[in-house]
């Protein structure tokens, strides 16, 4: 039913209102947003458009959102928007303020898998003599990415930027943390 009220809303320009539970809130909130693409990146659906109530371009997990209304508000789709510029620099769909160069060594067995895709545009593959290889791309730091290298598990590691590879190493102390076994 979300997905039908949000195409509806991209086809005819319309202002949509729904509650949105974002990742860093505590409940959802109520969102006004003209509705202008409808887009599936990495098999999850999200909205992009115009909030209202922030005054920016921003990107919506259809999954987080509830109790759609089409206000049936018509508004003008910007002539130079284009999804393909608003996520240029997005490893996926988080949108990142700016772009870095990010390094990434892996090991023979995550080599063979890595090289099967495109991950980003922008992406370098350079193979290393013990089969494995450094992916080298320019994309925003942002939790995608994260959560993508992170599911390489040891497979992976970041070697630059520094501020990434420290927050990596961050999140990988607190996982250790939480797995510690006491002898018995």
Same mark, same amino acid.
């Given at each position: 039913?979300?997905?039908?009220?949000? #195409?509806?809303?991209?086809?005819?320009?319309?202002?949509?209102?729904?509650?949105?539970? +974002?990742?860093?809130? +505590?409940?959802?909130?109520?969102?006004?947003?003209?509705?202008?693409?409808?887009?599936? =990146?990495?098999?999850?659906?999200?909205?992009?458009?115009?909030?209202?109530?922030?005054?920016?371009?921003?990107?919506? *997990?259809?999954?987080? =959102?509830?109790?759609? @209304?089409?206000?049936?508000?018509?508004?003008?789709?910007?002539?130079?928007?284009?999804?393909?510029?608003?996520? *240029?620099? +997005?490893?996926?769909?988080?949108?990142?303020?700016?772009?870095?160069?990010?390094?990434?060594?892996?090991?023979?067995?995550?080599?063979?898998?890595?090289?099967?895709?495109?991950?980003?545009?922008?992406?370098?593959?350079?193979?290393?003599?013990?089969?494995?290889?450094?992916? #080298?791309?320019?994309?925003?730091?942002?939790?995608?990415?994260?959560?993508? =290298?992170?599911?390489?598990?040891?497979? /992976?590691?970041?070697?630059?930027?520094?501020?990434?590879?420290?927050?990596?190493? #961050?999140?990988?102390?607190?996982?250790?943390? @939480?797995?510690?076994?006491? /002898? +018995?």
């Amino acid at each position: 039913k979300v997905f039908e009220l949000l #195409t509806e809303a991209v086809v005819s320009n319309r202002v949509v209102e729904f509650e949105y539970f +974002s990742l860093r809130a +505590s409940k959802p909130e109520l969102r006004p947003v003209a509705s202008y693409h409808l887009a599936c =990146i990495n098999n999850q659906w999200y909205l992009i458009g115009a909030d209202q109530g922030r005054g920016q371009l921003r990107t919506f *997990a259809l999954t987080r =959102i509830a109790n759609v @209304k089409n206000l049936q508000i018509p508004f003008a789709r910007p002539a130079d928007f284009s999804v393909a510029k608003m996520l *240029a620099g +997005s490893f996926a769909a988080f949108q990142a303020a700016r772009t870095e160069h990010v390094r990434i060594r892996f090991d023979a067995f995550a080599a063979r898998l890595v090289r099967e895709r495109q991950w980003h545009k922008s992406q370098k593959m350079r193979l290393a003599d013990d089969g494995g290889m450094e992916l #080298t791309m320019r994309v925003g730091l942002a939790p995608d990415l994260e959560n993508w =290298i992170l599911s390489w598990g040891d497979h /992976a590691e970041v070697i630059e930027p520094l501020e990434l590879r420290r927050r990596i190493a #961050t999140t990988i102390r607190n996982m250790a943390a @939480k797995y510690q076994l006491t /002898a +018995s």
